[in-house]
């Protein structure tokens, strides 16, 4: 008998990796909805800054300076919310994954690094999304009046994301998952008391300032807090700290970043 000779089509579709664009898209979507099924990342997320804007609003603990305390809070507590996000939780999510081998097995697949740092980055973005209208909301509420351009405050929080989402996989993805769930903590401690979210960075020494100021959570809340609290133009400094700050760590992250 001879052998037939396959017609086109035979094989169709023809076996391959998919568009890159609908891969990220796919991980992207994959990434949100784990984050949103996790009780722990919506405590660290989204209870903890908002509990931290009543109470500080509602209680006269810290001098905030003239005016209302919300309307400085307020900027500082969305830019918590990013760090919140984009940097501890998503460090302490992908530290684990790479712990139990998730990411491994995601080397294995057509996507590369860079393609699964952009779709945990825009998984991150969706959840901000959420965020930002809760703590929005929630301010609105307790009398908040916010100014300026809201262009200036998407290129902000986009710039912050961008530069939280690139430490956060960095540290993710070249240390133990135990270190990253101490350190990523202890950072997001540290940086809530001295990167000018809640305690402004007048109230500490001249040297500390100029240190504190070039801090990516600094940078994120003063900028966010020139245009909402005193209708500022665009923050063109804060914008350039983040700037350098997301090329060095979504680079660097690209670089040392590891499967497993």
């Not at 400085?72 to 939780?89: C, Q, R």
């Not at 101490?182 to 500390?208: E, H, M, R, S, T």
């Not at 900028?223 to 005193?230: E, I, K, N, P, T």
């Amino acid at each position: 008998m001879s052998a037939e000779t396959p017609t086109a089509g035979t094989y169709a579709p023809k076996p391959g990796a998919a568009p890159m664009g609908r891969m990220i898209t796919a991980q992207a979507v994959f990434e949100t909805k784990m984050l949103l099924r996790n009780g722990e990342q919506l405590l660290l997320t989204v209870v903890i800054p908002s509990l931290l804007l009543v109470l500080f609003s509602t209680v006269d603990i810290i001098d905030t300076g003239s005016g209302d305390a919300v309307d400085f809070l307020a900027p500082g507590i969305l830019a918590l919310a990013v760090m919140s996000t984009a940097f501890t939780g998503q460090a302490i999510s992908t530290g684990f994954e790479r712990r139990y081998g998730v990411l491994k097995r995601l080397g294995t697949s057509p996507l590369p690094r860079w393609a699964l740092m952009t779709a945990k980055t825009l998984s991150v973005l969706a959840i901000e999304v959420l965020q930002i209208a809760l703590l929005t909301a929630i301010a609105f509420g307790l009398g908040w009046s916010p100014h300026g351009n809201p262009l200036s405050v998407v290129l902000l929080l986009i710039l912050g994301t961008a530069a939280f989402s690139g430490l956060g996989l960095l540290m993710a993805g070249t240390l133990k998952a135990e270190a990253t769930l101490a350190a990523a903590n202890l950072v997001f401690l540290l940086l809530l008391v001295g990167g000018g979210v809640i305690v402004p960075l007048d109230k500490f020494p001249d040297a500390a300032q100029s240190v504190l100021g070039l801090l990516p959570i600094s940078a994120l809340s003063d900028g966010l807090r020139d245009v909402l609290q005193h209708g500022a133009g665009m923050p063109w400094g804060n914008l350039g700290i983040l700037t350098v700050w997301s090329v060095l760590g979504l680079g660097v992250a690209a670089r040392f970043f590891r499967w497993e």
